[in-house]
C-alpha cells in the first residue's frame, strides 16, 4: 500500500503538470502543420496560421494524394516497412531464443553474444557498407532497404532478456517432457507469452524504418524507387514540387500548404498504429529490460 503522504501528493501534482506540458509541446507542432496544411494560399504564404485553418481548403491533400509519384514513393515506404519488420522480427526472435538458454544448453552462447554487442560500439562504416551493398547487386531494389538493417541489437538484447525472465524454465521442462521440440516451444510457448515484448520491438522497427531517409538516398539511383521520406527530402532540400503537383497549380497553392499537407500524411500511419500497440508499450520495456 503506498501511503499518500503530503510530499508525494506534491509530487504528483508536478509530476502531472510536467507530463502534461510534455504532451502539448507535442502535440502543438503537429496541429500547426495541420492548420497550415488545411489553410488557403495567401494565409499560409503570410504566415498567419496558427492552430486553426484560415480560408479551409483541401486542395494540397487532393493534388498530393492523387500525384502518382507521391503515391508511388508511399507504397515503397510500407512495402518497406511490412518487409523490414517482418524480417528483422523474424531474424531476431530467433537469434533471441537461442542466445537466451544457459551456457550448459548453448555452448559458445557468450561469444555470440559479445559478437552482437561488438557490433553495437563498432560498425563497418558507410563506405564499407555501400561497397558490400552494390557488390551484392542490391542497388535500386527494396533489399538494399531492409537487409542491412535487419539485426538491431538493442532490440535483440531487449527480447533475450525477456524471454529469459519471462519464460517460466519449468514450462520449457515440461514442453520437452512431453515430447515437445524446441521448434514448438518456440512457437507455442514463447511467441504467445512474449507478446508485449514482440509488440514493442515491432513498434521500434516500424518508425525506424518509415523514418529512414539516407539508406533511400544513397542505395537508389533512380528516384522512382525513392521511399517516401527520402523523396520528401529531396523535396524540400531541392524546393521543387513539380514531382507533387503541376506547375499550374503551383501557382494557386503556397508552397508551406503542399509540403505541410505532405508532412501530416507521412506521419498519420504512425499516429494509427501507435494506439494499438500502446497497451503492449510499457509492459514490454519493463519486462524486458529485466536482467537476470
Known sequence: MIYKTKTYRIFTIFNYIFLTLAAILCILPLLHILAVSLSGSAAASANIVTLWPIDFTLEAYEKTIGNNNFLRAFGIAVLRVILGTAISMGVMLCAAYSLSKNDSEFKGRKLYIWFFVFTMLFN?????????????????????????????????????NFFRTSVPKSLEESAFID?????????????????????TV????????????????????????????????????????????????????SQRTVEAAQIFITALPMLVVYPFIQKYFVKGIVLGSEKE
Open 179 to 199: 515430447g515437445a521440440g524446441h521448434i514448438k516451444i518456440f512457437l507455442k510457448i514463447y511467441l504467445p507469452i512474449s507478446v508485449p515484448a514482440i509488440a
Open 202 to 253: 515491432s513498434l521500434f522497427t516500424m518508425v525506424f524504418h518509415w523514418n529512414q531517409w539516407f539508406d533511400g538516398l544513397i542505395y537508389m539511383t533512380d528516384e522512382a524507387n525513392y521511399p517516401l521520406q527520402t523523396f520528401l527530402q529531396s523535396i524540400v532540400v531541392r524546393k521543387d514540387l513539380t514531382n507533387v503537383v503541376d506547375a499550374e497549380t503551383l501557382r494557386n497553392l
Open 124 to 160: 563497418g562504416g558507410l563506405v564499407p557498407t555501400y561497397i558490400l551493398v552494390t557488390s551484392l547487386g542490391l542497388t535500386d531494389t527494396i533489399w538494399a532497404l531492409v537487409l542491412p538493417t535487419a539485426v538491431n541489437t538493442f532490440n535483440l538484447i531487449l527480447l533475450l
